[in-house]
């Protein structure tokens, strides 16, 4: 009976300090502060963000989305190369956009899109038109050079 006693004393002890530990890391995670106007993060650097990124598109095109440092790069890149984004030439005011975007907008855990099936792993689409079986028996014979798109 004196072991039974001492077995739930013990149980209730861990039980205890298990709630205290996870009251305390839900206290820790709270939302950070946002801009009224823009609903961005502030946070380092967000306001060179603001000044550069809205001229083109709604704070909204960034906020939704999330990506790691690579991913956020590479956007900037495209901008930069096939959608007119000329102003952005300063490597130290990329870097800094860069690196808040890659802080505050990283993937989330559990929340993350993941990469597009490859082809060879997709079944045959059941819904594809004549003209595209076409076109690609001809690209498969060689009829149709590889680089050309679609």
């Not at 009224?36 to 709604?58: F, K, Q, Y």
């Not at 906020?63 to 956020?72: E, F, I, P, V, Y």
Request: charged share 30%; with cysteine.
């Amino acid at each position: 009976m004196k072991i039974m006693k001492q077995l739930v004393t013990f149980t209730i002890m861990v039980l205890g300090v298990s709630l205290g530990f996870a009251a305390e890391s839900s206290e820790e995670k709270s939302e950070p502060e946002r801009d009224p106007m823009t609903g961005m993060i502030i946070a380092e650097d967000w306001e060179l963000v603001r000044n550069n990124c809205i001229i083109c598109h709604s704070p909204q095109q960034f906020l939704r989305q999330r990506g790691t440092r690579s991913t956020w790069q590479s956007v900037v890149d495209w901008m930069q190369k096939d959608q007119g984004l000329v102003w952005l030439v300063d490597p130290e005011l990329e870097e800094k956009i860069v690196t808040y975007l890659a802080e505050n907008y990283a993937p989330e855990a559990g929340n993350y899109r993941r990469a597009p099936i490859s082809a060879t792993l997709m079944p045959p689409n059941p819904y594809v038109s004549e003209t595209r079986k076409e076109f690609e028996e001809k690209k498969a014979k060689g009829l149709i050079p590889k680089d050309v798109k679609e």
